[in-house]
Nanobody, 126 residues
């Protein structure tokens, strides 16, 4: 079991920045790749970004490319999502999720992730 706790959400004006953190505990964090997903009101959950266990691979949704950066610090058991140039349409609950190292399946689909955090709210005002 891996436990995930997100933090860093909040209210920010359009054009601003936030950095989300996903802190992991339980199994050795280096054995897991991590993704960020988000869910806006009345919308389905969608992929945002993902990072492999070694940081050798990073993946982004087209809607956030060039604005968001995912990174990880395995020594701190933490994954970060730096969000710049935020837009009102980025408003959502953001979730981090973990998948076992080497597991197959698309990086972009939530069904391939095994563990989920409770989420953190991000609100971008216009």
């Amino acid at each position: 079991q891996v436990q995930l706790v997100e933090s860093g959400g909040g209210l920010v004006q359009a054009g601003g920045s936030l950095r989300l953190s996903c802190a992991a505990s339980g199994r050795p964090f280096i054995n897991y790749a991590v993704g960020w997903f988000r869910q806006a009101p009345r919308k389905e959950r969608e992929f945002v970004a993902a990072i492999s266990w070694s940081s050798g691979g990073t993946y982004y949704a087209d809607s956030v490319k060039g604005r968001f950066t995912i990174s990880r610090d395995n020594a701190k058991n933490t994954v970060y999502l730096q969000m710049n140039s935020l837009k009102p349409e980025d408003t959502a609950v953001y979730y981090c999720a973990a998948r076992r190292r080497g597991s197959g399946g698309s990086w972009y689909e939530d069904l391939y992730y095994d563990y989920w955090g409770q989420g953190t709210q991000v609100t971008v005002s216009s």
